[in-house]
């Protein structure tokens, strides 16, 4: 699918298989949305950082599903913005309570 030089890529494979997947991505060179949760060890989030930190600013991760709708809906606005030079880059900061995951809940 890389081949086909997509605008960007929604990542959504199994924690363990993220980085491997995600250099290809990297090296391909389209932004990347990651789907959470991104890492599940020390060991898987060393790897994902190692893969991610020269392309820091092509890839970002939240909840697809959760956030997707809100840019979905203004993705042809933001296409002719970006045709006339006036949007370069979208960036949403989420902040969230992770505190279910800590207490047994697919941890």
């Not at 042809?76 to 047994?104: F, K, P, Q, S, Y």
Request: proline residues 7%; charged residues 20%.
């Amino acid at each position: 699918m890389l081949a086909a030089w997509p605008d960007g890529v929604v990542l959504t494979v199994p924690t363990p298989r993220l980085a491997g997947v995600l250099a290809k991505v990297v090296a391909a060179g389209p932004p990347c949305f990651v789907n959470k949760p991104a890492a599940a060890t020390r060991a898987q989030l060393a790897e994902l950082e190692a893969v991610a930190a020269p392309a820091a600013e092509r890839i970002l991760s939240a909840s697809v599903l959760r956030f997707s709708p809100a840019f979905a809906a203004r993705a042809d606005e933001l296409r002719d913005l970006a045709a006339r030079g006036e949007v370069h880059a979208v960036r949403a900061t989420v902040r969230h309570d992770v505190g279910l995951w800590t207490i047994g809940y697919n941890r």
